[in-house]
Structure formats: structure tokens, C-alpha cells
Nanobody
Framework: QVQLVESGGGLVQPGGSLRLSCVAS????????MGWYRQAPGKEREPVAV???????DYTDSVKGRFTFSRDNAKNTVYLQMNSLKPEDTAVYYC????????????WGQGTQVTVSS
């Protein structure tokens, strides 16, 4: 079982920055593929970025060059550095731990609100 707790959301002006954190409890954190997803009002949840156990990352096109996903396995923590934020980045951001390819579970955090507005 993995529990995920996100933090770092808030209100920021367009062009500003935020850093989201997600701390995982439980064992074997380093083998999970970690992801950030977001859900805007009236829209489906969508993937933002993933980072695999080896550190490789993928980003959705709309955030490439602006967001950076990193992990610190010693701290059981992942980070999403978000720069040059736009109003369309406004959403609830969810942390995900996916161990399904290893026969483990798929876990979600409770979400943290990011609002980009002047």
C-alpha cells in the first residue's frame, strides 16, 4: 500500500512559478513510475508528466519547456517545478504512483489546487 500526499498548490499570477511536492509512504517507492495528472473544471483528468524508476521523464506537449519533474528516492518524494504558468494550467493536480507493470497497485493522492489568475 502506498499513500501519497501532495502540497505546494496555490494562487499565482500568469508567468509565475510553483513547485508541487508529493511524499509517498510505504515501501519500494523507487520502483514505481510516478506521475502528475490534472483535472480542470468540467474536463477529464489528463496526464501532465511521468517519471520512471530510472529517471526518464515524459511531458504532455502543453507543458514541455515549462515544467520539470524530478524525484528524490531517498526522501520518497517527487517534485513538479512549474514555471511560466498560464491560466490554462489552472486545475487540481494529482500525484500518481503506478506499479501495475510490476504487479503492484496504482495509487492516487488527494490533489492540490493550482490557480493561475491575475
Amino acid at each position: 500500500q502506498v499513500q501519497l500526499v501532495e502540497s505546494g498548490g496555490g494562487l499565482v499570477q500568469p508567468g509565475g512559478s510553483l513547485r508541487l511536492s508529493c511524499v509517498a509512504s510505504g515501501s519500494s517507492f523507487s520502483i514505481y513510475t510516478m506521475g502528475w495528472y490534472r483535472q480542470a473544471p468540467g474536463k477529464e483528468r489528463e496526464p501532465v508528466a511521468v517519471i520512471r524508476s530510472g529517471g526518464n521523464t515524459d511531458y504532455t506537449d502543453s507543458v514541455k519547456g515549462r515544467f520539470t519533474f524530478s524525484r528524490d528516492n531517498a526522501k520518497n518524494t517527487v517534485y513538479l517545478q512549474m514555471n511560466s504558468l498560464k491560466p490554462e494550467d489552472t486545475a487540481v493536480y494529482y500525484c500518481n504512483a503506478n506499479g501495475r507493470r510490476l504487479g503492484l497497485g496504482n495509487y492516487w493522492g488527494q490533489g492540490t489546487q493550482v490557480t493561475v489568475s491575475s
